[in-house]
């Protein structure tokens, strides 16, 4: 069975850092590349940083550029998502997702082509107060 725990979501001040973990399971494949997406009350998920297991080609939205970082340790099938300089637009429930293809493309990291064809877990919430 696919699995993937996203961890280390929480409530935290405006300026403030969180990290969120995610680790997988029962995946066909231990080298997909792996996406964080963000879902925010009453709007649409969007990406919000990808990055290839296998290079350090990593994408970003613009709206978190500077402020989140994205990385992994495969040694423990884990992806991190190191956030930093929060602010109450950051407030979301925070999703990973393994995209089952060989190379990240930006046309993979979308959340478009995810929500078809990626494995989702079942997200952390992330609050931020002003």
């Known amino acids: 069975e696919q699995q993937l725990l996203e961890t280390g979501g929480g409530s935290v001040q405006a300026g403030g850092s969180l990290r969120l973990s995610c680790t997988h399971s029962?995946?066909?494949?231990?080298?997909?590349?792996m996406g964080w997406y963000r879902q925010a009350p009453g709007k649409e998920r969007e990406e919000v940083a990808c990055?290839?297991?296998?290079?350090?080609?990593?994408i970003y939205a613009d709206s978190v550029k500077g402020r989140f970082s994205i990385s992994k340790d495969a040694a423990t099938k884990t992806t991190y998502l190191q956030m930093n300089s929060l602010k109450p637009d950051d407030t979301a429930i925070y999703y990973c997702?393994?995209?089952?293809?060989?190379?990240?493309?930006?046309?993979?990291?979308?959340?478009?082509?995810?929500?078809?064809?990626?494995?989702w877990g079942r997200g952390t919430q992330v609050t931020v107060s002003s």
């Open positions: 990055i290839d297991l296998h290079s350090d080609n990593t």
């Open positions: 029962g995946l066909p494949s231990d080298d997909y590349p």
């Open positions: 997702a393994a995209l089952p293809v060989a190379r990240l493309t930006s046309a993979y990291c979308a959340v478009s082509w995810g929500q078809i064809h990626a494995y």
